[in-house]
């Protein structure tokens, strides 16, 4: 069994803006205050939070979308893959973004959950309000 999620954020920022900073090496960085490198192609790889995460892009809707495998450093070797979608859709003065978040090793789905809210939502809520 796997453990999976959904979660929701309103960032003010156009999607265009957010999309651009996820995948850009150095947006990225910018965003969420760690280290990032992000090869921004269908087949590129990404790491962020210092090499803690890191996976592969799998689709891109410029502006719109994007699917990345994702897994971190408390995965196992024989742990496969967790899948991550992002859809930016404008919202108000912003985008609303959605995550859903699938194919979690059991019993890491809340601690996932919570670091999305933590390290990504919050610090790009700071970021795109300071830009």
């Not at 850009?24 to 910018?30: D, F, M, P, R, Y």
């Amino acid at each position: 069994m796997s453990e999976h999620f959904e979660i929701s954020a309103e960032i003010e920022a156009p999607p265009s803006a957010i999309y651009n900073a996820w995948m850009s090496s150095e947006g990225h960085a910018a965003m969420t205050g760690a280290e990032a490198t992000v090869d921004a192609r269908v087949g590129g790889s990404h790491s962020a939070w210092d090499g803690y995460i890191w996976g592969v892009t799998k689709e891109l809707e410029p502006g719109r979308r994007i699917v990345q495998s994702w897994r971190t450093s408390e995965f196992s070797e024989t742990d496969e893959d967790s899948l991550l979608e992002l859809v930016l859709e404008p919202s108000g003065a912003g985008t609303r973004i959605t995550l859903t978040h699938t194919n979690i090793p059991d019993g890491q789905g809340d601690s996932y959950k919570q670091g999305w809210t933590d390290h990504y939502f919050e610090p790009m809520r700071s970021y795109f309000g300071e830009a």
